[in-house]
């Protein structure tokens, strides 16, 4: 028969267990009022600073490491056979540089003014014939196109703050695209009941209301930046407005850089959907 633990011992347990709960609950709590005191425009300030200052963004070593395996794996079932790729929020150029040794003809544009920057050294240098060019945030390139497909880079789709400007940013892609193209979005996902997303948003929305802004969506968090986290429901309905159809929606999975990824095409009337939640390798 096992030996009883020693009360000292399940008191520890059970504090963990509660201490636990607290963290998560006042992270909640943190993440929640900063969220709602923060405006939009000291957010975008919060976004631009990030990414100036997280080294991977600007190193060379990850701006020349290729596509993710989810990227190349989306890449080689929806994009087999086009020729012309946009990257939309390309940042220092790592997806640009990858497609273009895989052959297509890539355009990147990226509101960043530092990545540009580093993009502009950097391609060069390791013979790229593409360009990262610079464009307002959220907002897709005046004139561009048309493209075979577009790639919205990595995770720059939930960088958008609102439903709204996400579907408008997806009615302005749509021009720049060739009928049936495809385009590759990815961000966040969150599960179907989340006690600490819920929290955020009603603290966001308690602090937004008295200081009368745009209110927040479930979902919305910070990391530091404002990102929003997906489920597919939501992504369907925004791809729907915008006039796509979903092909496929993948979670994320579990390591460092498998974002939650889906593939819509422009054309609703010849964009079978095929099978949801379905893992490359299934």
């Not at 790639?151 to 609102?162: K, Q, R, T």
Request: with cysteine.
């Amino acid at each position: 028969m096992p030996k009883r633990p020693r009360t000292l011992v399940r008191f520890f347990l059970w504090e963990q267990a509660q201490w636990r709960r607290l963290q998560l609950l006042l992270n909640a709590v943190h993440t929640g009022v900063w969220l709602g005191v923060l405006s939009r425009e000291t957010m975008q300030e919060v976004d631009e600073a990030h990414f100036a200052t997280a080294g991977s963004y600007n190193d060379e070593a990850h701006n020349l490491r290729g596509l993710f395996d989810w990227e190349a794996g989306a890449i080689a079932d929806f994009f087999a056979g086009r020729r012309t790729i946009g990257v939309i929020g390309a940042g220092a150029g790592r997806e640009v540089i990858a497609l273009s040794r895989q052959g297509f003809h890539v355009e990147g544009f990226e509101c960043n003014p530092g990545l540009v920057a580093y993009a502009g050294d950097l391609l060069p240098r390791h013979g790229c014939q593409a360009a990262v060019r610079l464009i307002a945030r959220d907002a897709a390139p005046a004139g561009a196109g048309p493209y075979d497909g577009i790639v919205v880079g990595w995770s720059a789709y939930m960088l958008i703050a609102g439903r709204e400007r996400r579907i408008r940013f997806l009615r302005d892609l749509r021009p720049l695209l060739t009928e049936g193209s495809p385009v590759l979005l990815s961000f966040f996902t969150r599960p179907d009941h989340s006690p600490r997303l819920a929290l955020i948003f009603r603290v966001a929305r308690l602090l937004r209301r008295v200081l009368r802004r745009e209110p927040p969506a479930l979902g919305d968090d910070l990391t530091p930046m404002l990102v929003h986290r997906f489920d597919e429901a939501e992504l369907v309905s925004e791809l729907a407005e915008a006039g796509f159809t979903l092909a496929r929606f993948t979670p994320e999975g579990r390591g460092p850089y498998d974002s939650g990824w889906a593939v819509a095409y422009a054309d609703s009337g010849k964009s079978p959907r095929l099978t949801g939640n379905t893992n490359l390798d299934a």
